[in-house]
């Protein structure tokens, strides 16, 4: 059985890595595919409020966006 510090390791790898991961894939699709005008409030959003900034992102503006700008 995994002792207190096995399972903190354990949760890095499995949740915290890929969720800091998917804050970054964010990041940088905001940054390269936003329109100007869009890109420093969503940049902001996503920077500042973290992993749930990264969700909002991926859930409301990544798809309107690739539906009005084909990308």
């Known amino acids: 059985m995994a002792g207190g510090g096995e ?3 354990i949760m890095m ?3 915290m890595l890929p ?3 998917l804050w ?3 990041i940088v699709d ?4 936003e329109p100007p005008q869009d890109k420093l409030m969503w940049l902001l959003i996503t920077i500042l409020a973290g ?3 990264s969700i909002i992102y991926l ?3 990544r ?3 690739r539906r009005q700008y084909g990308r």
Not at 30 to 33: G, L
């Open 7 to 9: 399972l903190i390791i």
């Open 63 to 65: 798809p309107l966006r």
């Open 24 to 26: 970054v894939w964010m």
């Open 13 to 15: 790898i499995f949740v």
């Open 19 to 21: 969720l800091t991961g």
């Open 51 to 53: 992993v749930v900034g």
């Open 59 to 61: 859930a409301y503006r």
């Open 30 to 33: 905001c940054a390269t595919h």
